[in-house]
Protein backbone atom coordinates (compact mmCIF):
# COMPACT_ATOMS: atom_id res chain seq x y z
CA UNK A 1 0.00 0.00 0.00
CA UNK A 2 1.19 3.58 -0.57
CA UNK A 3 -0.06 7.08 0.48
CA UNK A 4 -0.40 9.31 -2.02
CA UNK A 5 -0.50 13.30 -0.84
CA UNK A 6 -1.29 16.43 -2.82
CA UNK A 7 -3.42 19.05 -3.42
CA UNK A 8 -4.50 18.14 -6.71
CA UNK A 9 -5.47 14.28 -6.69
CA UNK A 10 -7.62 14.22 -9.78
CA UNK A 11 -5.50 12.39 -12.00
CA UNK A 12 -4.58 9.93 -9.43
CA UNK A 13 -7.39 7.19 -10.54
CA UNK A 14 -6.45 7.13 -14.29
CA UNK A 15 -2.62 6.61 -13.54
CA UNK A 16 -3.78 3.75 -10.95
CA UNK A 17 -5.88 1.52 -13.42
CA UNK A 18 -2.96 2.71 -15.95
CA UNK A 19 -0.80 0.67 -13.28
CA UNK A 20 -2.68 -1.91 -12.16
CA UNK A 21 -3.38 -0.39 -8.71
CA UNK A 22 -6.59 0.53 -7.13
CA UNK A 23 -7.83 2.74 -4.49
CA UNK A 24 -7.92 0.94 -1.50
CA UNK A 25 -8.60 4.26 0.78
CA UNK A 26 -10.33 7.94 0.88
CA UNK A 27 -8.39 9.20 3.70
CA UNK A 28 -8.97 12.88 3.36
CA UNK A 29 -9.38 15.38 0.52
CA UNK A 30 -5.80 15.34 -0.15
CA UNK A 31 -4.93 11.87 0.40
CA UNK A 32 -5.73 8.50 -1.19
CA UNK A 33 -4.28 5.03 -0.45
CA UNK A 34 -3.22 2.60 -3.69
CA UNK A 35 -2.44 -0.79 -2.51
CA UNK A 36 -1.68 -3.26 -5.42
CA UNK A 37 1.28 -5.97 -6.05
CA UNK A 38 4.91 -5.02 -4.91
CA UNK A 39 5.79 -4.02 -8.83
CA UNK A 40 2.56 -2.19 -9.78
CA UNK A 41 2.92 0.31 -6.66
CA UNK A 42 6.55 0.95 -7.24
CA UNK A 43 5.87 1.88 -11.30
CA UNK A 44 2.80 3.90 -9.75
CA UNK A 45 4.98 5.48 -7.14
CA UNK A 46 7.49 7.15 -9.48
CA UNK A 47 4.80 8.40 -12.09
CA UNK A 48 3.00 10.24 -8.71
CA UNK A 49 6.40 11.68 -7.46
CA UNK A 50 7.04 12.73 -11.63
CA UNK A 51 3.93 14.89 -11.15
CA UNK A 52 4.83 16.39 -7.91
CA UNK A 53 3.18 14.02 -5.40
CA UNK A 54 3.88 12.56 -2.33
CA UNK A 55 3.97 8.56 -2.31
CA UNK A 56 5.01 6.99 0.75
CA UNK A 57 5.02 3.14 1.20
CA UNK A 58 3.00 2.13 4.11
CA UNK A 59 3.93 -0.77 6.65
CA UNK A 60 1.54 -3.01 6.13
CA UNK A 61 1.45 -6.62 4.87
CA UNK A 62 -1.53 -6.88 2.39
CA UNK A 63 -3.55 -4.95 -0.46
CA UNK A 64 -6.33 -4.52 2.37
CA UNK A 65 -9.85 -2.88 0.96
CA UNK A 66 -8.96 -4.42 -2.65
CA UNK A 67 -10.24 -7.01 -4.47
CA UNK A 68 -6.71 -9.01 -3.87
CA UNK A 69 -8.23 -9.88 -0.85
CA UNK A 70 -10.74 -12.06 -1.92
CA UNK A 71 -9.25 -15.03 -0.64
CA UNK A 72 -9.05 -13.50 3.00
CA UNK A 73 -13.06 -12.92 2.81
CA UNK A 74 -13.82 -16.33 1.76
CA UNK A 75 -11.62 -17.43 5.44
CA UNK A 76 -13.57 -14.38 6.92
CA UNK A 77 -16.88 -15.60 6.05
CA UNK A 78 -16.28 -18.98 7.20
CA UNK A 79 -15.07 -17.53 10.35
CA UNK A 80 -18.38 -15.39 11.16
CA UNK A 81 -20.41 -18.06 10.54
CA UNK A 82 -20.00 -19.12 13.55
CA UNK A 83 -20.41 -15.66 15.37
CA UNK A 84 -23.75 -14.39 16.37
CA UNK A 85 -24.05 -10.50 16.08
CA UNK A 86 -26.55 -8.51 17.77
CA UNK A 87 -28.29 -5.38 16.90
CA UNK A 88 -25.86 -2.37 17.35
CA UNK A 89 -27.31 -0.26 20.17
CA UNK A 90 -26.12 2.92 19.11
CA UNK A 91 -26.39 4.21 15.10
CA UNK A 92 -23.39 2.70 13.15
CA UNK A 93 -22.07 3.41 9.91
CA UNK A 94 -20.14 1.60 7.79
CA UNK A 95 -16.98 3.08 6.14
CA UNK A 96 -17.37 1.36 2.78
CA UNK A 97 -20.55 2.50 1.20
CA UNK A 98 -21.23 5.64 3.71
CA UNK A 99 -24.13 4.63 4.87
CA UNK A 100 -25.75 2.91 7.97
CA UNK A 101 -24.82 -0.98 8.30
CA UNK A 102 -27.48 -2.90 6.55
CA UNK A 103 -26.34 -6.99 6.62
CA UNK A 104 -23.88 -6.12 9.17
CA UNK A 105 -22.22 -9.70 7.96
CA UNK A 106 -22.27 -8.63 4.49
CA UNK A 107 -21.05 -5.36 4.74
CA UNK A 108 -17.86 -6.74 6.63
CA UNK A 109 -16.84 -9.06 4.33
CA UNK A 110 -17.54 -6.63 1.60
CA UNK A 111 -15.44 -4.42 3.58
CA UNK A 112 -12.40 -6.56 2.98
CA UNK A 113 -12.36 -6.19 -0.71
CA UNK A 114 -13.92 -2.41 -1.02
CA UNK A 115 -12.10 0.77 -0.47
CA UNK A 116 -12.71 2.85 2.73
CA UNK A 117 -14.59 6.26 2.12
CA UNK A 118 -13.07 7.57 5.37
CA UNK A 119 -12.90 11.06 4.16
CA UNK A 120 -17.05 10.72 2.82
CA UNK A 121 -17.72 8.68 5.91
CA UNK A 122 -16.32 12.25 8.39
CA UNK A 123 -17.97 14.48 5.96
CA UNK A 124 -21.60 12.33 6.44
CA UNK A 125 -21.17 12.06 10.41
CA UNK A 126 -20.82 15.44 10.67
CA UNK A 127 -23.34 16.30 8.39
CA UNK A 128 -25.46 14.13 10.99
CA UNK A 129 -24.43 15.95 13.73
CA UNK A 130 -21.32 14.57 15.23
CA UNK A 131 -18.92 17.17 16.14
CA UNK A 132 -16.53 15.02 18.74
CA UNK A 133 -14.33 12.65 17.75
CA UNK A 134 -12.87 9.73 19.92
CA UNK A 135 -9.91 7.45 17.93
CA UNK A 136 -10.27 4.38 19.98
CA UNK A 137 -6.72 2.06 19.49
CA UNK A 138 -2.96 2.99 19.07
CA UNK A 139 -1.70 6.13 17.29
CA UNK A 140 -3.12 9.05 16.04
CA UNK A 141 -3.88 8.82 12.49
CA UNK A 142 -7.64 9.00 12.17
CA UNK A 143 -7.87 11.87 14.78
CA UNK A 144 -5.52 13.80 12.48
CA UNK A 145 -7.36 13.20 9.55
CA UNK A 146 -10.20 14.06 11.26
CA UNK A 147 -8.71 17.17 11.70
CA UNK A 148 -7.96 17.46 8.17
CA UNK A 149 -10.80 17.05 6.84
CA UNK A 150 -13.45 18.81 9.12
CA UNK A 151 -10.81 21.74 10.64
CA UNK A 152 -11.46 23.82 13.69
CA UNK A 153 -14.90 23.35 15.72
CA UNK A 154 -14.60 20.06 15.84
CA UNK A 155 -13.47 17.73 19.02
CA UNK A 156 -10.52 14.64 17.72
CA UNK A 157 -9.14 13.47 20.17
CA UNK A 158 -7.69 9.66 20.97
CA UNK A 159 -9.11 7.56 24.02
CA UNK A 160 -5.70 7.40 25.43
CA UNK A 161 -6.14 11.39 25.66
CA UNK A 162 -9.55 11.10 27.18
CA UNK A 163 -7.67 9.56 30.37
CA UNK A 164 -4.97 11.90 30.95
CA UNK A 165 -6.25 15.04 30.08
CA UNK A 166 -9.67 17.57 30.91
CA UNK A 167 -12.55 17.63 29.17
CA UNK A 168 -12.20 18.13 25.29
CA UNK A 169 -13.44 21.56 23.85
CA UNK A 170 -14.28 22.62 20.10
CA UNK A 171 -10.97 22.72 18.01
CA UNK A 172 -9.03 20.28 20.42
CA UNK A 173 -6.76 17.84 18.77
CA UNK A 174 -3.73 16.09 19.60
CA UNK A 175 -0.71 16.31 17.37
CA UNK A 176 -1.72 19.31 14.83
CA UNK A 177 1.25 17.56 11.99
CA UNK A 178 -0.32 16.42 8.69
CA UNK A 179 1.87 12.78 8.85
CA UNK A 180 -1.27 10.88 8.64
Known sequence: MVAVRGDDLSGVPALAERFGVVIANHNAPDQLVLAGTNEALLATSEALRARSLRAARLPVGGAFHTPLMADAARAFRRALADVRLRPASCSTLCTTTVAPFGDVTEDLLQGMTRPVCWHQS????????????????????????????????????????????????AGDIVGRDNDA
Open 122 to 169: ILRLHADGVDHFVEVGPGRVLTRLVRRILGDGVVAVTAADLESHAAPR
